[in-house]
């Protein structure tokens, strides 16, 4: 792993208007090339807020965030062109087919004619949607439109991808193809920021992970660290549970 982050954040702070604590409080991270890194937390406590400031969805209260070498504050259109971002909300349109909304995102990205649909054409085979590919999304089941999903962040061959809770209430079958997929661009020097609440696949996916709580970073380091560190736990999840309680959230 490199020594020189690929994504710096120094005292990121976001406080929403009317609220009464920030919802990022003052963070400073490095991220390092080629790392898949576990951004973890209960509901409610910045993971989302974090991503979204760093794929500039919207502008953080102070702090600053450089990622492969480049300031976020003046330079986001340079950066957009190297990230993919896949949203923890399915961003598709229903009334469109898979491939029709492939296509879409492809040409967002600027992509056009026999690249874009040789594309496309790649990822709906390796991810097993070929023959649903010109049924409407809104048939889809919840599975094959995580899918998509993952696909529209991808087809740009992004240097770096944020994704948001990508495998949440999809069937096993999808997940694991999902997860098998990470590993394998990740293999191919893809850096990916990845948000959860499955701990046991954090775990066994994540490089290393922070758990943030309440807008803060309260632990940080490799998974097998973090279980060093509590002996008496004998997973993350448990860490995990000890370190944020077990307090339900909204």
Do not use: W
Not at 19 to 33: G, T
Not at 68 to 94: C, F, M, R, W
Not at 102 to 127: P, T, V, W
């Amino acid at each position: 792993m490199s020594q020189q982050p690929i994504i710096e954040i120094r005292e990121l702070t976001k406080i929403y208007k009317g609220a009464e604590e920030p919802a990022v409080n003052a963070i400073s991270l490095d991220i390092f090339p080629n790392e898949i890194f576990g951004l973890l937390g209960p509901n409610g406590a910045g993971k989302t807020t974090t991503i979204s400031i760093l794929c500039g969805l919207f502008p953080a209260t102070s702090g600053s965030v450089m990622i492969d070498g480049i300031d976020s504050h003046t330079n986001l259109e340079k950066i957009k062109q190297i990230i993919g971002v896949v949203p923890q909300d399915i961003a598709l349109y229903p009334t469109l087919t898979g491939r029709e909304n492939l296509a879409f995102f492809g040409n967002m990205y600027g992509l056009y004619g026999s690249e874009l649909r040789d594309k496309i054409n790649q990822y709906l085979a390796e991810f097993g949607l070929e023959k649903h590919a010109n049924k409407m999304v809104s048939k889809y089941s919840g599975g094959m439109k995580r899918r998509v999903n993952l696909i529209a962040g991808l087809l740009h061959d992004p240097k770096i991808i944020f994704l948001d809770e990508p495998t949440v209430g999809i069937d096993v079958q999808s997940r694991l193809v999902i997860l098998e997929y990470l590993k394998e661009i990740n293999k191919k020097g893809v850096t990916i920021i990845y948000t959860s609440h499955y701990m046991e696949e954090a775990e066994h996916l994540c490089h290393r992970v922070a758990i943030i709580d309440r807008g803060n970073i309260i632990s940080l380091g490799k998974p097998k660290e973090l279980l060093e560190g509590h002996p008496e736990f004998k997973n993350l999840e448990n860490v995990f549970i000890h370190l944020t309680g077990k307090d339900m959230r909204d």
